[in-house]
């Protein structure tokens, strides 16, 4: 059972997304964000550094460990840069885990093509991984940034480089064909992404299970694009983090699947009743709150291995 907040939270996000529903319009194109200036939390140091010249946002909790370091994909759709609601999630992922974060802050843009983004999230982190030899490294992705996450892992893994020790995967956008059944199953209960009451799934269907021009004149089923379609054989062991109404939720079971075909060591893990990316979006949720620590656990457990690890 989903809490009191969680339902009133979903109920209020139903409504304000409710315009952009009616209409098909895409969120990350659509919303506007606000630039605020961001004030880190006390107890954590920000700064900004490029690597293999791409911006990227640091966050350091006071004592930070020297062995560890997680390094951030965010989402957004290939549209949208760091924005503050990131900030906060990877300055809260740097305060629970003791670790330096580094989140990359890829270029965006509404006009831009595969694989722009996602070679610009390869070349910092290869960039990172040089100058974090010996470190042990965890990659967390949400949505959009779990493909870029794992195309950077899979380039990287089919030249022999070093691979993380482990891998978080959040509400993962990883299947641009959206063939899942979840688009259909969820198509009313998600409610960021979902139809209105009263328009019908078969009428609908090319509007809900949501397309990106990103992809051109690539295959929506190419591995590297799509990883829920790719070959984990060598990779790191994943958390796959989702909740249960998100229109894509069987991009995570893919995601999951995949992983266990390889013999990879992932773990699947549903949060009842809740929507994408939730735990960024409201993080003062019981819910949110929950999911933020079982991620500090599984990062903080992830001590064997590390960037020399394949």
């Known amino acids: 059972m989903i809490s009191f907040g969680a339902r009133l939270f979903k109920l209020l996000l139903?409504?304000?997304?409710?315009?952009?529903?009616?209409?098909?319009?895409?969120?990350?194109?659509?919303?506007?964000?606000k630039a605020d200036r961001y004030v880190p939390p006390k107890g954590a140091a920000f700064f900004?550094?490029?690597?293999?010249?791409?911006?990227?946002?640091?966050?350091?909790?006071?004592?930070?460990?020297?062995d560890r370091l997680i390094v951030m994909f965010h989402?957004?759709?290939?549209?949208?840069?760091?924005?503050?609601?990131y900030?906060?999630?990877?300055?809260?992922?740097?305060?629970?885990?003791?670790?330096?974060?580094?989140?990359?802050?890829?270029?965006p843009g509404a006009d831009l093509v595969y694989p722009s983004v996602h070679d610009e999230c390869l070349r910092a982190y290869d960039a990172m991984a040089d100058e974090a030899a010996g470190?042990?490294?965890?990659?967390?992705?949400?949505?959009f940034g779990v493909g870029l996450m794992l195309y950077t892992c899979l380039k990287r893994r089919d030249v022999a480089k070093p691979l993380p020790s482990a891998l978080v995967s959040v509400s993962a956008y990883v299947d641009l064909a959206a063939s899942g059944e979840s688009y259909r199953k969820n198509c009313y209960s998600d409610p960021m992404y979902s139809l209105p009451r009263g328009m019908k799934f078969r009428d609908n269907e090319h509007f809900i299970r949501r397309r990106t021009p990103y992809a051109a004149g690539t295959d929506e089923k190419d591995p590297y694009l799509s990883p829920a379609y790719a070959d984990f054989s060598g990779m790191p062991r994943m958390l796959v983090i989702c909740g249960d109404c998100e229109t894509s939720e069987s991009d995570s079971d893919m995601l999951h699947?995949?992983?266990?075909?390889?013999?990879?060591?992932v773990t699947l893990r549903k949060y009842r009743g809740m929507f994408h990316d939730f735990m960024y979006i409201a993080p003062r949720l019981k819910e949110s709150k929950r999911a933020i620590s079982e991620i500090a656990g599984f990062i903080l457990d992830s001590g064997s291995g590390g960037a020399g690890r394949r």
Do not use: Q, W
């Not at 470190?135 to 949505?143: F, Q």
């Not at 699947?257 to 060591?265: I, L, P, V």
């Open 87 to 107: 900030r906060k999630a990877a300055a809260t992922y740097a305060t629970a885990t003791g670790c330096e974060v580094r989140a990359i802050d890829y270029t």
């Open 257 to 265: 699947s995949a992983a266990r075909r390889a013999g990879t060591d």
């Open 135 to 143: 470190k042990k490294i965890v990659c967390i992705g949400d949505s």
């Open 14 to 33: 139903r409504i304000y997304t409710y315009p952009y529903r009616k209409k098909h319009m895409s969120l990350s194109r659509s919303v506007r964000v």
């Open 48 to 66: 900004v550094r490029a690597y293999g010249g791409v911006r990227t946002e640091i966050f350091v909790p006071d004592n930070a460990c020297r």
């Open 75 to 85: 989402g957004g759709g290939h549209t949208r840069g760091m924005s503050n609601m």
